[in-house]
């Protein structure tokens, strides 16, 4: 028993480790040389269903991508066939995820709900929401060139700082390979 006890006490410290899960677009495209660029989505400010959490979330995601993009040399135009990419991004944000065994999360969840009271103590990070960005960026009608998925826990949801900090932090790594616009 204190052998099962210490594995799972394992588990769900490395569980609290985690760190930003990446996933990069791979096209293999060869590179192009873009200079401006449109958005392929719509701020959620203008949908009435959107909830004020997801609007600031969107609101942080586009300002984070458009400052990642300025600092690239690449300009926002006005007029769709003036853009030489379309960028579409989208925030999103799970509520009450469990963090527990990456391997195997199902089997933690399944595990935590049939442990007697008091056996187990749980670690700070359960039920944190789990915030997943993607960033896609291409040819107007054409595939995704950069971009990709990200996701992380926010371990503390009300704090603004840390929610900007991994939007941030999403952002960078998905344009990582991201090219300088071309002048």
């Known amino acids: 028993m204190r052998y099962i006890m210490t594995v799972l006490a394992t588990m769900l410290w490395l569980a609290g480790c985690q760190e930003m899960q990446v996933e990069r677009v791979n096209t293999g495209a060869q590179p192009v040389a873009f200079s401006t660029y449109k958005w392929g989505v719509t701020p959620l400010v203008d949908s009435p269903d959107a909830s004020a959490q997801l609007v600031e979330l969107d609101e942080e995601m586009r300002d984070m991508v458009a400052a990642e993009l300025l600092q690239r040399g690449y300009r926002l135009v006005a007029q769709d066939q003036d853009a030489d990419m379309v960028v579409d991004y989208q925030v999103a944000v799970i509520d009450e995820f469990f963090s527990g065994d990456t391997r195997d999360p199902s089997w933690d969840k399944q595990f935590d709900s049939n442990a007697p009271q008091e056996v187990v103590e749980l670690p700070p990070l359960t039920d944190a929401p789990l915030v997943i960005m993607s960033v896609g960026i291409g040819r107007p009608g054409g595939e995704i060139i950069w971009g990709g998925s990200a996701k992380e826990l926010l371990t503390r949801p009300d704090s603004i700082e840390q929610r900007q900090r991994l939007i941030a932090r999403g ?12 002048q």
Not at 171 to 182: I, K
Request: glycine share 0%.
């Open 171 to 182: 952002v960078s790594a998905l344009l990582r390979d991201l090219p300088q616009a071309y």
